[in-house]
């Protein structure tokens, strides 16, 4: 349940048990001028306690609310260090909407309009000649640090004007609105919202610009045991830093310091060690995993100076009644890593649903380890009995070095292992006991047609690769592929700004999404396409070794995917309802800020389409 009241046309609640919030904008004020919080979230001083994002809900078939943009700091978990935020607090609010609700969102920008630092401008001016989807003129870097706008992830909405069109840009000291308009037969589930600015998004999502979206269940469309079971949301915010207190590394390819280095970011980091609590991370990087050998990624890329927080909370307690199943809403918003996550099997977990739509029956992982990629979500039921239980990240797997004879190096990018949250059983304590639910043995309909049964129309073959090597001309490929980082691309080209293939509104497509193993290292990589959700068909597991490999089930849907290193995914999909450009991409969003996306665009008749491959 929440509380909450009404201000000027916008519900604002915050969980019931949780410190309430008040939030105060005055009607129809937007643009450049900022939400006032009268009361600030205070639950990370909860002894430890799970905070809750601050919950806005739409009122009378209306959303209405500003997100701000702000320079923040974060002080939860080992580093210390300055951050863009969304209305300067750890996690974004949860936007709560139902079918049919318009959705009026201000984006107002307060960053500053300072210049970038020299190097931010030198691949500023590089960015400019990206035509042709070549590497030397084609240098996708992290250069806008200031710019920014906001993509619904997973929602089923048009792609066109002032909707989820990715393409807008809202610049230092500026705002734009947003309006989007949720169908009637919108899946019910959970989503999330995030920067998708091209020359920023990997930096903005690294620093925790990020909250969840939830399309609510329609009171009959659900079971009494779903209604009354108790939800929480899980915004998982992974940080990344090198262990460089007062440098950037700007080798560590995924760390949020060289994220901010070809920016030519003017916002100081002042990464700060909280050396008393955390001592460890004194050391962290530089060192071999248990069994590997001359392990250059891992030398390079200190994963294991990497931490996780949910909801801007550092390894918090999670509480449950005894034998009392709890809903959470898991938005993995990692900027690079899958999180293969375990839970022990004193508890009983199942999943209800993935990337916002429901499975068909419950999926009982109790006691399997499960992957949640980057981007992903996933809506689980829980219940343990009394005691503490740890949530923890597992490794990844380990592979033949690509560079090393005989040597062993790691699948990356993979969440090093570590306790993530704790969940704390006790009867009563802390949750309000709601008598013994059970999961249903049946789910809510999926609306969507069953394209397994339907004719394919078109194919299309995505592969990702790193098969060029950063440069041209005589450079030994070896030395090569280490310059600029390499070539991330996506069937040989680097994200080149136009429409690269195209689809007609309501035929069915089967794509065919395919890792290629590189020269490089064994880079993994996840898929996610915006608008239209798509139906899972068959899965390749590719090389041997590797561990962060999803179960998938041929006849899920999902917007957001594992593609196993060597190996592919085959899904069907039926653009529907809306027309018009959108991208698809690594989610590794380094991975998709430095080339690894494309455009696809759907036009309403096939005469408007001409590259795509026949049946």
Not at 109 to 129: C, F, R, V, W
Not at 240 to 256: G, P
Not at 323 to 334: G, I
């Amino acid at each position: 349940g929440s509380v909450g009241f009404v201000q000027g046309g916008v519900l604002f609640s915050s969980p019931s048990g949780m410190d309430s919030v008040s939030v105060w904008r005055p009607a129809g004020v937007g643009g450049r001028f900022p939400v006032v919080l009268l009361v600030a979230i205070v639950c990370c001083a909860c002894a430890g306690r799970l905070p809750q994002p601050a919950v806005i809900s739409s009122v009378d078939g209306v959303l209405d609310t500003t997100i701000s943009v702000e320079v923040s700091r974060s002080t939860e978990g080992p580093f210390a260090f300055n951050r863009r935020s969304y209305n300067g607090q750890p996690t974004g609010p949860t936007l709560r909407v139902k079918k049919g609700d318009t959705l009026r969102l201000v984006l107002n920008n307060t960053l500053g309009d300072e210049a970038p630092t020299k190097i931010g401008q030198y691949y500023t001016s590089q960015m400019a000649k990206n035509k042709t989807g070549d590497w030397m003129h084609d240098r996708d870097v992290y250069s806008y640090p200031n710019f920014t706008n906001i993509h619904l992830h997973g929602l089923h909405v048009s792609p066109l004007g002032d909707s989820d069109n990715i393409f807008r840009t809202c610049a230092p000291l500026h705002s734009l609105v947003y309006h989007y308009k949720i169908p009637l037969d919108h899946p019910s589930g959970t989503f999330w919202y995030h920067p998708h600015f091209q020359g920023s998004s990997s930096l903005q999502l690294a620093s925790g610009m990020m909250g969840a979206i939830i399309v609510e269940d329609e009171h009959d469309e659900i079971s009494e045991s779903l209604r009354s079971m108790e939800e929480v949301v899980l915004v998982l915010h992974e940080v990344s830093h090198s262990n460089r207190q007062h440098t950037e590394n700007i080798i560590c390819y995924f760390c949020m310091d060289n994220f901010m280095w070809p920016s030519g970011d003017r916002l100081p980091l002042d990464k700060i060690l909280n050396k008393e609590r955390f001592p460890s991370f004194a050391r962290c990087g530089g060192k071999y995993w248990n069994g590997t050998k001359g392990d250059f990624v891992q030398l390079t890329q200190p994963f294991d100076c990497t931490f996780v927080l949910f909801n801007g909370a550092y390894q918090p307690e999670i509480p449950l009644t005894a034998n009392v199943y709890q809903r959470w809403r898991l938005v993995q918003s990692s900027h690079q890593s899958s999180v293969r996550f375990s839970i022990p099997s004193a508890c009983t977990v199942k999943i209800l649903a993935m990337d916002g739509i429901y499975l068909t029956t419950p999926r009982v992982v109790t006691g399997l380890p499960f992957v949640v990629t980057a981007g992903s979500r996933a809506d689980l039921a829980i219940k343990c009995p009394v005691g503490e239980f740890n949530v923890t990240s597992l490794p990844g797997g380990v592979h033949d070095s690509n560079m090393i004879h005989g040597a062993k190096t790691l699948y990356q990018p993979v969440l090093y292992p570590q306790l993530l949250a704790k969940i704390v059983v006790a009867d009563g304590a802390w949750a309000k006991t709601k008598g013994s639910v059970e999961v249903p043995h049946t789910l809510p309909t999926n609306k969507k047609d069953d394209l397994r049964k339907e004719r394919v129309d078109r194919y299309y073959r995505v592969v990702y690769n790193l098969t060029a090597y950063g440069v041209e001309g005589k450079i030994p490929k070896f030395i090569g592929q280490f310059l600029n980082g390499g070539q991330f691309s996506i069937n040989g080209k680097s994200y080149t700004n136009r429409t690269e293939h195209c689809m007609v509104e309501n035929y069915v497509e089967e794509w065919t999404v395919v890792n290629a193993a590189n020269t490089l290292d064994r880079w993994m990589h996840s898929f996610h396409i915006h608008q239209n959700s798509f139906q899972i068909i068959n899965q390749t597991l590719g090389e041997r070794g590797q561990l962060v490999v999803e179960n998938l089930v041929n006849g899920d849907w999902r917007d957001t995917v594992q593609i196993p290193v060597g190996g592919s995914v085959t899904f069907r999909m039926k653009p529907i309802d809306f027309v018009g450009p959108f991208p698809f991409h690594c989610h590794v969003t380094a991975h998709q800020g430095i080339g690894m996306m494309e455009i696809v665009e759907v036009f309403p008749h096939e005469t408007g389409c001409p590259n795509v491959t026949a049946a």
